[in-house]
């Protein structure tokens, strides 16, 4: 079955704790990014990447690390995570968008709370 | 400045009556893409539809139609018949060819169906 995967699904932690966030696709995308959504805002795009060792900044990257060792893996980092840091997370990923009739597959979210 | 602006923050219907969505977006590039999830009350976000700036043909998918007009840059988005399963939140998206495929979305329109 196509899916994109995250883990975790649920996370409550404490500031400053360093924490990753995992994403893996098994279609062969070569495009992933990641997004969070905070009520009023929508989805707000952090990082993406085109291909393997491709990584661009999107709106929000600030206080995000990502890496794109694999083409099936995007994990997200948050090396000191803050309060302002805490939403819901969504992974996705896709062909190149360029690609006719490509949508974006997206994870199931995960929640996380920075205490 | 938002790139993408669905100025609807939340509609409720009575079921069968028919609802668009409003979706603006502003761009500079002539080649972009135009695309529409909806995110039930369970959470996940499920695409819709895609459309590239060169293909201005309205889409008809069942009771969902789309309109697109470069004209006016909308992309808006009616329901037909509405139904209780339509009961979620609409997001409008645009992806830009020149940024290298960032996406940018809406704030989200909350639809709600009364039986």
């Known amino acids: ?115 | 400045a938002q790139k993408v602006t669905q100025a609807q923050t939340e509609i409720s219907v009575v079921e069968k009556e028919d609802v668009t969505l409003d979706c603006v977006y502003e761009t500079r590039d002539t080649t972009y893409y135009l695309f529409w999830y909806k995110q039930p009350p369970s959470g996940e976000l499920v695409f819709l539809i895609r459309r590239n700036s060169f293909d201005e043909q309205n889409e008809i998918s069942g009771r969902y139609s789309w309109n697109f007009q470069k004209s006016t840059s909308s992309f808006n988005f009616t329901i037909t018949a509405s139904q209780v399963v339509d009961s979620a939140v609409y997001f409008c998206a645009l992806s830009e060819m020149n940024t290298g495929n960032q996406f940018y979305f809406g704030t989200g329109t909350s639809l709600t169906v009364i039986p």
């Open chain 1, 1 to 115: 079955e196509a899916q994109v995967t995250q883990n975790p699904r649920y996370l409550i932690t404490v500031t400053g704790k360093k924490l990753t966030v995992t994403c893996s696709q098994n279609m062969n995308h070569e495009y992933m990014s990641w997004y969070r959504q905070d009520p009023g805002l929508g989805l707000r795009q952090i990082y993406y990447s085109m291909n393997v060792e491709v990584t661009d900044k999107g709106d929000v990257p600030e206080g995000y690390k990502v890496s794109r060792k694999e083409k099936r893996n995007f994990p997200l980092i948050l090396e000191s995570p803050s309060p302002n840091q805490t939403s819901l997370y969504f992974c996705a990923s896709s062909k190149i968008p360029g690609q006719r009739n490509q949508p974006q597959h997206f994870g199931d979210g995960t929640r996380l709370s920075i205490l």
